[in-house]
């Protein structure tokens, strides 16, 4: 039964870290550039943690947009993360 609760508790942890990446995206819409930049780059580093380069890489695509002043790209970047994290679940 121990051996039950630890699969479910780990189970749990990759849950809780995507909401925490869902979460840290959304809080993105608000801020100056550069905490809006900070933001994706702590989800990038997550990203990496986690073992998805892919995803990874478009945060930081994501983030050069963003420092171009490429709003559209930006936008497009983003939601391309929070629909590609949500299916990690």
Do not use: P
């Not at 051996?3 to 925490?20: A, F, K, L, P």
């Not at 994501?62 to 949500?86: C, H, N, P, Y």
Request: charged share 20%; glycine share 10%; hydrophobic share 40%.
């Amino acid at each position: 039964m121990g051996c039950e609760s630890s699969q479910y508790n780990r189970g749990m942890s990759g849950t809780s870290s995507i909401d925490v990446l869902l979460a840290t995206l959304n809080a993105t819409e608000l801020g100056s550039l550069d905490a809006i930049a900070e933001k994706m780059q702590q989800v990038q580093a997550q990203l990496e943690e986690r073992g998805e380069a892919g995803l990874a890489a478009a945060a930081t695509s994501a983030v050069a947009a963003l420092r171009r002043g490429d709003v559209t790209e930006w936008k497009r970047g983003r939601a391309f993360l929070q629909s590609k994290i949500g299916h990690l679940r």
